[in-house]
């Protein structure tokens, strides 16, 4: 299999497993989003430390907490990532899927957005048309739910915050997950100690449901993993479009198994997105095939 072929399968692979992690959610839901938050958090911490240790990066892991800075960052990561995980796992166990895939539709023009007012990275002319789009596809949206979709908007920036950091950084996945996670540990393990203490706890009820969350660890850190093998292996144009594997699952997650409310007006909304989103996939390409080319891009 050649190197491009592989990171195809790998790329595919974590976007699919990510799309399809609503069924895995509902699956549990009766232990409701904070303890599944909890178990998510603990067994991805066992997992990273287990997977540090085969890989021999514990070394590697613990250098990055010496320096101060690189801290302060992971850990302002760590709440953004809890964020994210916290309202993607209840917006699934209330059955509001589709705003939840929405919120990782714009999260590609929220990362352009970031590009601009955070790098201070200029827009060419197909990137602009892209934000614009995207205002109008959430401006009608607006409209369509009644209020603003806070959930897409905590989702996409939360992850657009997320991934500057880790572009800052630039540190390795693996090395990087496990200080998040390692920060949220505690909490986690007390929030845990406490319900199941008061007898509401669903862990350890009953087999099938504490496989499950014990299981929740796996569905976090494997596709984080086969998506660092794909951006290894992959130019960034595929890597890019690849991404939109995800919400378009969830999507249909919502509307076909969840049977979510989607009237004329949020397929409106939607379409301007993803109009948006054809010309950022758009932009992208031409971009990479420059920088492949080795011609200078102007910008």
Not at 85 to 100: C, L, Q
Not at 114 to 125: A, C, T
Request: glycine share 8%; with cysteine.
């Amino acid at each position: 299999m050649t190197k491009f072929n592989k990171g195809l399968l790998f790329g595919v692979s974590a976007y699919l497993l990510w799309g399809l992690l609503p069924l895995y959610w509902k699956l549990v839901e009766d232990a409701g989003a904070f303890e599944i938050l909890a178990h998510r958090g603990i067994w991805s911490l066992l997992l990273c430390v287990f997977l540090l240790t085969i890989r021999k990066q514990i070394k590697s892991a613990l250098a990055m907490v010496r320096e101060s800075r690189t801290l302060s960052l992971l850990f302002l990561a760590s709440g953004l990532l809890t964020l994210n995980w916290g309202v993607y796992i209840w917006s699934v166990t209330v059955n509001r899927v589709v705003e939840a895939a929405l919120g990782y539709y714009i999260t590609p023009l929220i990362n352009v957005t970031f590009g601009v007012l955070l790098l201070r990275e200029k827009l060419r002319p197909l990137q602009w048309t892209a934000v614009g789009l995207a205002s109008v596809g959430v401006a009608i949206l607006t409209v369509g739910y009644g209020a603003l979709p806070w959930i897409a908007l905590v989702l996409s920036v939360s992850w657009g915050g997320y991934s500057v950091i880790k572009k800052s950084l630039n540190l390795g996945a693996l090395e990087t997950l496990s200080v998040e996670t390692f920060f949220a540990f505690f909490p986690n393990l007390i929030y845990l100690f406490i319900i199941e203490r008061n007898g509401s706890a669903e862990f350890g009820d009953g087999l099938v449901m504490s496989l499950l969350l014990f299981g929740a660890g796996a569905a976090t850190v494997v596709p984080l993993l086969l998506f660092n093998g794909s951006t290894t292996r992959l130019p960034l144009s595929t890597v890019g479009l690849l991404q939109y594997i995800t919400p378009t699952i969830m999507f249909f997650i919502g509307i076909y198994i969840n049977n979510e409310d989607i009237s004329a007006t949020k397929i409106a909304g939607f379409f301007f997105i993803w109009i948006a989103l054809a010309f950022l996939s758009r932009d992208l390409y031409r971009s990479s095939r420059t920088i492949n080319n080795g011609v200078t891009e102007v910008l």
